[in-house]
């Protein structure tokens, strides 16, 4: 990428743990809302929108984000946990709004939980999320949502670490094996580096940073910051992410959702200077 973010401010509305401030909410689920500044101009973008819509809101009206001057709402991936706050969020903007997400993203989807499918799905049909004034865009590659700053698409699996879990989905009428590939994260170019926004990570965290830097054709790493789908990882797995992080160097690391504590900690001791807690109400101002 050729163009820069010049300043950027980025606040967790939705997370599974809250920061020590008065009246904000947690619960399981990812949300951040990403102000950036460049000489293009200003770009507010919504990534992701929590499990609930009453958590969404009421956190931004703590921290008073700019929910409402929303432009681009991005999904990561199409389970609920990332997708619920949807239709709260398009009550809030009150006007119409592009929404990216993959195909993939609206089909049912079901994780097997002690040997029984559990719908995880996107709990707004397409109907409901265009009467409220979302146009979709499905994408399955690249998007660039302005200058500096890009969507991912599918991110290419390229290494035998990151394998993903158990998950499904319905194609019509069949069952099939679910490898997420809706999952996509956000980059955004600032001089200092690139920033790295995941929702799940379900791709897994080393080939999205790879993938960044091929997509912008930068090397550096500034920041990343979301879910990394690390909880249960097996040591092999842990082992290669964290010289991956080491070997990128960001300023700042802020793990968070389906990390998982133990993951998180391990992380942290390991890059203890960059490593930080991205629970609701962090607002992260970079580069």
């Known amino acids: ?29 990812f949300s951040v809302l990403i102000d950036a500044e460049s000489e293009a101009g200003r770009k507010v973008i919504l990534f992701d929108t929590g499990q609930t819509g009453s958590v969404l809101v ?20 199409g389970h609920f946990d990332h997708s619920g706050g949807l239709i709260s969020a398009l009550k809030q903007i009150r006007r119409s709004v592009r929404i990216y997400l993959h195909p993939h993203a609206i089909l049912p989807k079901y994780k097997k939980v002690r040997r029984k499918l559990v719908d995880i799905s ?9 009467r409220y004034r979302g146009i979709l865009q499905f994408n399955t590659g690249p998007v660039e949502l302005a200058p500096g700053i890009l969507l991912t698409g599918e991110v290419p699996r390229e290494n035998p670490y990151e394998e993903p879990e158990n998950f499904f989905m319905k ?32 791709s897994g965290i080393v080939n999205i940073i790879n993938y960044a ?20 990882a097996k040591k092999p ?20 959702h389906c990390t998982g504590y133990e993951e998180a900690f391990i992380i942290k001791s390991n890059l203890p200077k960059q490593t930080v807690q ?10």
């Open 122 to 130: 996107l709990p707004h049909d397409v109907r409901e999320i265009e």
């Open 237 to 256: 797995r842990l082992e290669f992410t964290i010289n991956a992080f080491k070997d990128a160097n960001p300023k700042l690391l802020a793990p968070c």
């Open 213 to 232: 830097k091929r997509l912008a054709k930068v090397d550096e790493v500034c920041a990343i910051i979301g879910g990394l789908h690390l909880a249960g």
């Open 171 to 202: 194609q019509g009428s069949n069952l099939v094996r679910d490898f997420i590939k809706d999952d996509q994260a956000i980059v955004i170019n600032t001089r200092e580096g690139l920033v790295v926004v995941t929702g799940c990570g379900h």
């Open 1 to 29: 990428m050729s163009s820069y973010v010049n300043s950027l401010k980025l606040y967790i509305l939705s997370e599974n743990t809250v920061l020590r401030q008065r009246d904000l909410l947690g619960e399981h689920g």
């Open 278 to 287: 991205a629970a609701a109400g962090a607002v992260f101002t970079l580069p």
């Open 58 to 77: 009421n956190n931004a009206n703590v921290l008073k984000a700019p929910l409402k001057e929303t432009e681009v709402i991005c999904l990561s991936h």
